[in-house]
């Protein structure tokens, strides 16, 4: 997909529709079996509000795997990708409920997005009141994580996606390279370019005498 003329913002969108589609299909014979095999009980519309819920709550995680992902080698993304995804999964009382949690534990866990996504898809599918703590802390955690992927994506991709992030790289590489022109004014370029790299963006350097 890193070779696909568009921009950050539209890459970041395909992958999460990509795994989410794929996720949100794995969760059906979980669902089948649970009706079929266990007690567990619960509406229509409680299991169809739960898979809505599935589905927002999954953002951060998607978007934290997609940020290591563009931080790191595809071979390194892989295996350090399964440290924060454990922890989160024990932190948020995925293997073990959170009443059974010490006091500390239980008071950090409410701030991580695991916990939080736990706690939405229990309301979601049971109904009742929802902490103002989860949905918040969701909210502030899919910010954060949008961001930081949009970062690593402009720092691999280079300075013509940072300002190009929802649309085609060639309109906007166009448009760059006319307003470096515009902004110049008077300063030249050593070679072909010459840049000063920091980051994802680059400055034009003024001409040495």
């Known amino acids: 997909m890193r070779s696909l003329p568009a921009g950050g913002g539209v890459r ?24 079929l095999l266990t007690s567990a009980e619960a509406s229509p519309t409680g299991i169809l509000f739960g898979l809505v819920a599935a589905a927002v709550t999954s953002l951060p995680f998607m978007l934290m795997g997609i940020a290591i992902g563009y931080a790191m080698s595809m071979k390194v993304a892989l295996a ?20 059974l949690f010490p006091e ?5 866990s409410k701030g991580l997005p695991s916990r ?16 103002p703590w989860a949905w918040i802390g969701m909210l502030a955690w899919i910010v954060v994580l949008a961001v930081a ?27 760059a390279t006319e307003r470096i022109r ?20 680059y400055i034009v350097a003024p001409k040495v005498a």
């Not at 970041?12 to 009706?35: C, D, E, F, Q, R």
């Not at 280079?158 to 906007?172: D, M, Q, T, W, Y």
């Not at 515009?182 to 963006?201: C, D």
């Open 116 to 131: 939080q996504a736990r706690e939405i898809v229990i309301w979601a599918v049971e109904g009742g009141t929802l902490a």
């Open 12 to 35: 970041i969108i395909a992958h999460i529709l990509s795994t989410g589609v794929v996720s949100l299909i794995s969760l059906l014979p979980l669902i089948v079996i649970g009706a």
């Open 149 to 175: 992927a949009l970062l690593d994506f402009c720092h691999v991709a280079g300075p013509v996606s940072a300002i190009g992030l929802f649309a085609p790289k060639g309109s906007f590489a166009t448009f």
């Open 182 to 201: 515009q902004l110049r004014n008077g300063m030249t370029v050593r070679g072909e370019q010459q840049f000063k790299r920091q980051g994802p963006l």
């Open 80 to 99: 350090v990708v399964q440290i924060p995804f454990c922890a989160l999964a024990f932190g948020g009382g995925l293997f073990l409920p959170p009443f």
């Open 104 to 108: 500390w534990l239980d008071v950090l």
